[in-house]
């Protein structure tokens, strides 16, 4: 089913860590990579690191619970699950109680059970059920408005981050981030791995809303959560929000994922709901980089016809988006990043005209994709391969890597330009911008190029 994915043109894979072990991660990303090797195709990988994330302990077997009935949350095991009618259930946070007051709300599992607390001791929150259902073991619990205190990486997620190096992985997605300062100590962390993988900030509850823009700008991309981010703020407000995170990641140049619940009834369902269908064509008109499936490939019975109904929806969308104009948020402070909004316009006045760009810092094709050129490929050309990597999550960019060749440039464009005719990306006589640099009496200087792919090209 991987090989088969990969074909359908995934361009990530996002492993979830928040009940992995080491074994099992190793495992999975083994797979990907034959996976990959068999289908001759790379594709990036991302982490998905649980972060400081409140759940409930184990119980013996699950428990109906009905309006009014209490809840015992402890944070340590309790030496029974039931004090008369009473449920004593453990919670993973030693801090919870401090950090809860009387008429707090706590969400269980989704929201589908939802508790008000009553009182507060040292080591136990006492709640009274507002909204019933059946509790079971490790249920995640979200407290809307409070802000907890709980450390920004635990050490399950050092740990977890240390594997995904060590496998290669190109991407790393940090769960509930509440501040910039929580990117910068993973940051520091890579830095110390000596890692080359991104960070993705989850933005999924109250506090991170309230510290957007700060945790955008120390980001290299941003997820927008919408299943605990739904339940953390009223439903009805979630697509504007979703619209200005979408803006605000634009302003700054920052990639932007949408996710959960995208095409959910695809779990068991062959087909999509109309109201899924819209969904994900509005992230699509909204201009987010990505859109993302979960639980549908993860645990669902039609993996395979929910990629292919993302796709279907995606080009659909796309090929009937013609009131556009290039994202003016973005501030472009140097030189060359004000020559790739110039190439960008020249593209769409030319009037099917491509990009094509070469780096090997991934600056050219990012900032490009931040731009949002309407109808314009951009063909980003590397010859080092975590960066060909990192390219494939942004908007409109579809990487290659090659060799270089540093004696003759000129010969780099040559084959770049084969790469594209002989994939059928481009046929010969099309109309190219091309930027690159030429070295001039031994300084280099970037160059804006308009060119058209010859009609004898020597083999890729």
């Known amino acids: 089913m991987l090989r088969t994915?990969?074909?359908?043109?995934?361009?990530?894979?996002?492993?979830?860590?928040?009940?992995?072990?080491?074994?099992?991660?190793?495992?999975?990303?083994a797979n990907l990579r034959q996976a990959c090797r068999d289908e001759g195709r790379e594709i990036a990988t991302m982490i998905d690191v649980k972060g400081p994330?409140?759940?409930?302990?184990?119980?013996?077997?699950?428990?109906?619970?009905?309006?009014?009935?209490?809840?015992?949350?402890?944070?340590?095991?309790?030496?029974?699950h039931r004090d008369g009618s009473t449920l004593r259930i453990s919670v993973n946070y030693e801090g919870l109680p401090r950090d809860l007051s009387p008429g707090a709300t706590m969400l269980v599992d989704s929201g589908l059970i939802q508790l008000k607390v009553n009182d507060c001791t040292d080591d136990r929150v006492r709640a009274t059920v507002t909204i019933p259902g059946t509790m079971g073991s490790k249920r995640h619990i979200n407290l809307p408005?409070?802000?907890?205190?709980?450390?920004s990486l635990t050490e399950k997620d050092r740990n977890d981050v240390r594997i995904g190096v060590e496998e290669?992985?190109?991407?790393?997605?940090?769960?509930?981030?509440?501040?910039?300062?929580?990117?910068?100590?993973?940051?520091?962390?890579?830095?110390?791995?000596?890692?080359?993988?991104?960070?993705?900030?989850?933005?999924?509850?109250?506090?991170?809303?309230?510290?957007?823009?700060?945790?955008?700008?120390?980001?290299d991309a941003i997820m927008i959560a919408r299943g605990d981010l739904g339940i953390e703020i009223s439903y009805e407000k979630l697509p504007s929000i979703q619209y200005q995170c979408v803006k605000l990641c634009q302003k700054y140049g920052r990639p932007v994922i949408v996710a959960t619940h995208m095409l959910e009834s695809m779990i068991s369902a062959p087909v999509p709901t109309r109201a899924e269908v819209s969904d994900v064509a509005n992230a699509v008109r909204e201009q987010a980089d990505c859109v993302m499936l979960s639980g549908e490939t993860t645990m669902?019975?039609?993996?395979?016809?929910?990629?292919?109904?993302?796709k279907q929806v995606i080009q659909a969308t796309e090929a009937v988006?013609?009131?556009?104009?290039?994202?003016?948020?973005?501030?472009?402070?140097?030189?060359?990043?004000?020559?790739?909004?110039?190439?960008?316009?020249?593209?769409?006045?030319?009037?099917?005209?491509?990009?094509?760009?070469?780096?090997?810092?991934?600056?050219?094709?990012?900032?490009?994709?931040?731009?949002?050129?309407?109808?314009?490929?951009?063909y980003a050309f590397t010859d080092i391969q975590h960066i060909f990597r990192r390219l494939i999550p942004l908007w409109g960019v579809e990487p290659f890597r090659?060799?270089?060749?540093?004696?003759?440039?000129?010969?780099?464009?040559?084959h770049s330009f084969a790469k594209l005719v002989n994939g059928g990306w481009c046929k010969t006589g099309d109309p190219l911008v091309v930027i690159t640099n030429v070295l001039a009496h031994g300084e280099i200087i970037d160059t804006l190029q308009l060119r058209k792919i010859p009609e004898t090209l020597e083999s890729s």
């Open 321 to 378: 988006q013609h009131e556009h104009q290039l994202n003016h948020q973005i501030a472009l402070k140097t030189p060359k990043a004000k020559m790739l909004r110039s190439a960008a316009l020249l593209a769409e006045e030319m009037g099917g005209a491509s990009i094509v760009v070469f780096t090997r810092s991934g600056f050219l094709p990012h900032v490009l994709a931040a731009l949002r050129p309407h109808g314009i490929p951009i």
């Open 168 to 219: 290669g992985v190109d991407l790393i997605a940090l769960s509930f981030v509440r501040n910039a300062q929580a990117v910068h100590e993973l940051r520091e962390y890579l830095c110390k791995l000596g890692s080359h993988a991104r960070i993705i900030s989850k933005i999924e509850d109250q506090t991170g809303l309230g510290n957007l823009s700060d945790i955008i700008q120390a980001s």
């Open 53 to 80: 994330e409140i759940r409930t302990g184990n119980l013996p077997e699950p428990v109906e619970l009905k309006i009014g009935d209490t809840v015992e949350f402890w944070t340590t095991e309790p030496e029974n």
């Open 300 to 310: 669902g019975s039609y993996p395979l016809e929910a990629v292919r109904v993302m």
């Open 5 to 29: 994915l990969i074909r359908e043109r995934v361009d990530v894979c996002r492993i979830n860590m928040a009940h992995a072990d080491e074994a099992w991660t190793r495992s999975i990303m």
């Open 402 to 414: 090659i060799e270089f060749n540093n004696a003759d440039p000129e010969m780099t464009i040559k």
């Open 145 to 151: 408005g409070v802000e907890i205190r709980m450390p």
